[in-house]
Protein backbone atom coordinates (compact mmCIF):
# COMPACT_ATOMS: atom_id res chain seq x y z
CA UNK A 1 0.00 0.00 0.00
CA UNK A 2 1.19 3.27 -0.75
CA UNK A 3 0.14 6.87 1.20
CA UNK A 4 -0.11 10.21 -0.81
CA UNK A 5 -0.10 13.01 1.76
CA UNK A 6 -0.19 16.67 0.67
CA UNK A 7 0.80 18.40 4.04
CA UNK A 8 -0.68 21.18 5.67
CA UNK A 9 -1.64 22.75 9.16
CA UNK A 10 -5.37 23.79 8.09
CA UNK A 11 -6.08 21.48 5.66
CA UNK A 12 -4.30 17.99 5.08
CA UNK A 13 -5.04 15.71 2.43
CA UNK A 14 -4.60 11.90 1.82
CA UNK A 15 -5.01 9.08 -0.03
CA UNK A 16 -4.47 5.85 0.62
CA UNK A 17 -3.83 3.19 -2.35
CA UNK A 18 -3.34 -0.39 -2.98
CA UNK A 19 -0.40 -1.41 -6.23
CA UNK A 20 -3.80 -2.39 -8.55
CA UNK A 21 -4.76 1.71 -8.23
CA UNK A 22 -7.62 0.64 -6.04
CA UNK A 23 -8.64 3.46 -3.28
CA UNK A 24 -8.55 2.50 0.10
CA UNK A 25 -9.05 5.42 1.77
CA UNK A 26 -8.79 9.01 1.16
CA UNK A 27 -10.00 12.47 2.63
CA UNK A 28 -9.01 15.76 4.35
CA UNK A 29 -7.97 16.42 8.39
CA UNK A 30 -9.11 19.81 8.66
CA UNK A 31 -8.72 22.41 11.13
CA UNK A 32 -12.02 24.58 11.00
CA UNK A 33 -10.36 27.59 13.00
CA UNK A 34 -9.78 29.78 10.53
CA UNK A 35 -7.09 32.26 11.97
CA UNK A 36 -5.56 29.26 14.75
CA UNK A 37 -3.65 30.12 17.68
CA UNK A 38 -0.54 29.06 18.36
CA UNK A 39 -1.51 26.28 20.93
CA UNK A 40 -4.18 25.25 18.21
CA UNK A 41 -1.78 24.19 15.77
CA UNK A 42 0.14 22.56 18.30
CA UNK A 43 -2.63 20.28 19.22
CA UNK A 44 -3.54 19.80 15.51
CA UNK A 45 0.20 18.47 15.21
CA UNK A 46 -0.77 15.92 18.01
CA UNK A 47 -4.39 14.79 16.52
CA UNK A 48 -2.24 14.84 13.00
CA UNK A 49 0.27 11.82 14.60
CA UNK A 50 -2.55 10.43 15.99
CA UNK A 51 -4.25 9.92 12.72
CA UNK A 52 -1.62 8.93 11.06
CA UNK A 53 -0.08 6.77 13.76
CA UNK A 54 -3.49 4.66 13.53
CA UNK A 55 -3.43 4.53 10.09
CA UNK A 56 0.07 3.23 9.95
CA UNK A 57 -1.26 0.78 12.65
CA UNK A 58 -4.01 -0.60 10.85
CA UNK A 59 -2.27 -0.90 7.54
CA UNK A 60 0.69 -2.47 6.33
CA UNK A 61 1.62 0.78 3.87
CA UNK A 62 4.91 0.13 2.24
CA UNK A 63 5.89 3.97 0.97
CA UNK A 64 4.75 7.13 1.60
CA UNK A 65 4.80 9.83 -0.66
CA UNK A 66 4.43 13.25 0.18
CA UNK A 67 4.71 16.87 -1.33
CA UNK A 68 7.77 19.20 -1.06
CA UNK A 69 7.18 22.71 -0.85
CA UNK A 70 9.32 25.66 -1.27
CA UNK A 71 8.05 28.88 0.70
CA UNK A 72 7.77 32.17 -0.72
CA UNK A 73 6.78 35.51 1.16
CA UNK A 74 2.92 34.89 0.72
CA UNK A 75 3.05 31.69 2.57
CA UNK A 76 5.74 31.94 4.56
CA UNK A 77 3.55 32.29 8.12
CA UNK A 78 2.77 28.31 8.02
CA UNK A 79 6.30 26.74 6.96
CA UNK A 80 7.07 26.30 10.65
CA UNK A 81 4.00 24.39 10.85
CA UNK A 82 4.28 22.64 8.08
CA UNK A 83 7.58 21.33 8.60
CA UNK A 84 6.66 19.92 11.86
CA UNK A 85 4.07 18.17 10.33
CA UNK A 86 5.96 16.60 7.79
CA UNK A 87 8.75 15.73 10.32
CA UNK A 88 5.70 14.15 12.71
CA UNK A 89 5.15 11.85 9.38
CA UNK A 90 8.44 11.02 8.47
CA UNK A 91 9.42 10.04 11.85
CA UNK A 92 5.98 7.79 11.97
CA UNK A 93 6.92 6.40 8.58
CA UNK A 94 10.55 5.12 9.60
CA UNK A 95 9.03 4.03 12.91
CA UNK A 96 6.89 1.45 10.90
CA UNK A 97 9.42 0.46 8.04
CA UNK A 98 8.08 2.59 5.49
CA UNK A 99 10.16 4.21 2.61
CA UNK A 100 9.59 7.76 2.55
CA UNK A 101 9.65 10.04 -1.34
CA UNK A 102 9.09 13.34 -1.69
CA UNK A 103 8.15 15.02 -4.84
CA UNK A 104 7.98 19.09 -5.44
CA UNK A 105 4.37 20.09 -7.46
CA UNK A 106 6.30 20.89 -10.84
CA UNK A 107 8.10 16.84 -10.23
CA UNK A 108 3.84 15.89 -9.75
CA UNK A 109 2.88 17.53 -12.90
CA UNK A 110 5.69 16.44 -15.38
CA UNK A 111 5.16 12.71 -13.94
CA UNK A 112 1.76 12.85 -14.46
CA UNK A 113 1.23 15.30 -17.61
CA UNK A 114 4.87 15.93 -19.22
CA UNK A 115 4.14 19.42 -18.33
CA UNK A 116 5.66 20.96 -15.53
CA UNK A 117 3.08 23.89 -15.89
CA UNK A 118 -0.31 21.51 -15.91
CA UNK A 119 -3.50 23.14 -14.90
CA UNK A 120 -4.88 21.91 -11.61
CA UNK A 121 -8.43 20.98 -14.19
CA UNK A 122 -5.96 18.69 -16.65
CA UNK A 123 -4.38 16.99 -13.19
CA UNK A 124 -7.66 16.32 -11.98
CA UNK A 125 -9.33 14.93 -15.19
CA UNK A 126 -6.01 13.20 -15.60
CA UNK A 127 -6.53 11.42 -12.17
CA UNK A 128 -10.38 10.93 -12.70
CA UNK A 129 -9.08 8.35 -15.78
CA UNK A 130 -5.58 6.90 -13.95
CA UNK A 131 -8.12 5.77 -11.24
CA UNK A 132 -11.65 5.19 -12.90
CA UNK A 133 -13.50 7.49 -11.16
CA UNK A 134 -16.51 8.09 -12.14
CA UNK A 135 -16.61 11.70 -11.32
CA UNK A 136 -13.56 14.64 -10.86
CA UNK A 137 -12.70 14.77 -7.47
CA UNK A 138 -14.14 17.66 -5.39
CA UNK A 139 -10.80 19.89 -4.21
CA UNK A 140 -7.83 19.23 -6.33
CA UNK A 141 -5.77 18.91 -3.35
CA UNK A 142 -7.52 15.16 -3.50
CA UNK A 143 -6.13 14.70 -6.88
CA UNK A 144 -2.66 15.87 -5.83
CA UNK A 145 -2.88 13.34 -2.66
CA UNK A 146 -4.00 10.36 -4.98
CA UNK A 147 -1.22 11.68 -7.59
CA UNK A 148 1.23 11.46 -4.96
CA UNK A 149 0.60 7.69 -4.34
CA UNK A 150 0.54 6.61 -7.58
CA UNK A 151 3.85 8.12 -7.92
CA UNK A 152 4.60 5.91 -4.65
CA UNK A 153 4.37 2.40 -6.84
CA UNK A 154 7.54 3.39 -8.97
Known amino acids: MILGIDPG ?3 LWYALIQDDRSILDAGIL ?4 KNPSRDDQYSRMKDIHDFFKDLLEKHTIQTICMEKYY ?3 YNRSNAEFVYGVRGIIM ?3 K ?3 CRIKEYTPIQIKK ?3 WS ?3 GKMLMQKTIMKLFKLQELPKY ?3 ADALWLAWLGRK
Not at 30 to 33: A, E, F, G, I, W
Open 95 to 97: QHN
Open 9 to 11: IRK
Open 30 to 33: LLDT
Open 116 to 118: GKA
Open 91 to 93: LLA
Open 111 to 113: AIT
Open 71 to 73: FTQ
Open 140 to 142: HDT
